[in-house]
């Protein structure tokens, strides 16, 4: 009985960060400290400017207690009235979440949250500069440095930025892992494959919303996976891709499948109480978590159910 008490209490008190240690890419896969495969499932949060309250210590402690997220992901804006207009603000709401997140032991994905980056490439670079030199010794961090490029060029565009930003990083952080968006909102991911980032730790983002991309996606991503890419979920939606419809749950159901025979992992889309139908939260939720099940939308008490189902391994 004493033995089940301590296997107890250990299991408990495990955190994702002390099992899983640095995330590391090697072939297609992102693997843990002992070398295997790890599938970590958690929520992103909104963009910053527009519903920046959820980051907050009390979000990102309850969506480790209570949602049993390994992972959160932090939607940095940098515009419209984000990090370029205004730096200090979102910087800080950056170090908020990764400072809680390193408390609770769990991952935290710093994204850029943008659409044009490459307009701004100076001011990412600095960002990221920033956030490698205060954070870049803690294992918890993963920097996310393009959420969704348009229909633009990987090979001309998305990746001499890319190669910018990394440099950035590097200077600072030589081993933590980088993501890197993909053409048309991190779809493209196919579009790597013949030009490659050359980094020891880069793996690229795919993006999916199940009431709208449905095989065809998973084939294209599949595709990359065969061409050796490691690819990261840093986003997806159970409803349409606009963020908005009823939680498709057979394509969810399908997707989940798509990750888990490759290993993948994945945030959703997102802490926020607006009135959307992507949004996990209802109108008013607490701003430091301990949300009641009836402060959750039909997506958010969904996600949730298979966020504590889902074993990283
Ligand atoms: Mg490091």
């Given at each position: ?272 109480d607006k009135v959307e139908g992507a949004a ?34």
């Open positions: 009985m004493m033995t089940t008490l301590i296997a107890t209490m250990m299991f408990k008190d495990a955190r994702p960060i002390d099992t899983y240690g640095l995330l590391r890419t090697q072939g297609n896969r992102i693997i843990a400290k002992d070398g295997k495969p790890v599938s970590l499932q958690g929520m992103s949060l909104f963009w910053s400017q527009w519903i920046g309250k959820y980051y907050t210590h009390g979000t990102v402690k309850w969506l480790k207690d209570d949602w049993k997220c390994s992972i959160v992901r932090a939607a940095i804006a940098a515009e419209p009235d984000g990090y370029i207009a205004k730096p200090q603000q979102e910087l800080a709401k950056a170090e908020a979440v990764i400072e809680a997140a390193v408390k609770e032991g769990i991952y935290v994905i710093v994204d850029w949250h943008a659409h044009t980056a490459e307009k701004h490439t100076a001011q990412a670079a600095e960002f990221f500069a920033k956030i490698s030199k205060k954070y870049g010794k803690h294992q918890n961090v993963i920097y996310e440095i393009y959420n969704e490029p348009l229909k633009v060029s990987w090979k001309d565009t998305i990746k001499p930025y890319a190669e910018t930003v990394i440099a950035a990083i590097r200077k600072n952080d030589p081993d933590n892992l980088i993501i890197v968006g993909t053409p048309t909102w991190s779809q493209d991911v196919d579009a790597v494959i013949p030009y490659p980032i050359k980094d020891r730790n880069v793996a690229y983002t795919l993006h999916f919303y199940a009431g709208t991309h449905k095989q065809y996606l998973r084939d294209k991503a599949q595709k990359a996976l065969d061409a050796g890419l490691p690819l990261m979920i840093t986003e997806w939606g159970t409803v349409n891709a606009n963020g908005d419809g009823a939680v498709d749950q057979v394509s969810t159901q399908e997707w989940l499948a798509f990750a888990r025979k490759n290993e993948l992992s994945m945030c959703n889309w997102s802490v926020a996990v939260l209802k109108p008013g939720a607490n701003p430091e978590g301990k949300w009641p099940l009836t402060q959750l939308t039909p997506s958010g008490i969904y996600v949730r159910e298979l966020i504590r189902g889902w074993k990283a391994r």
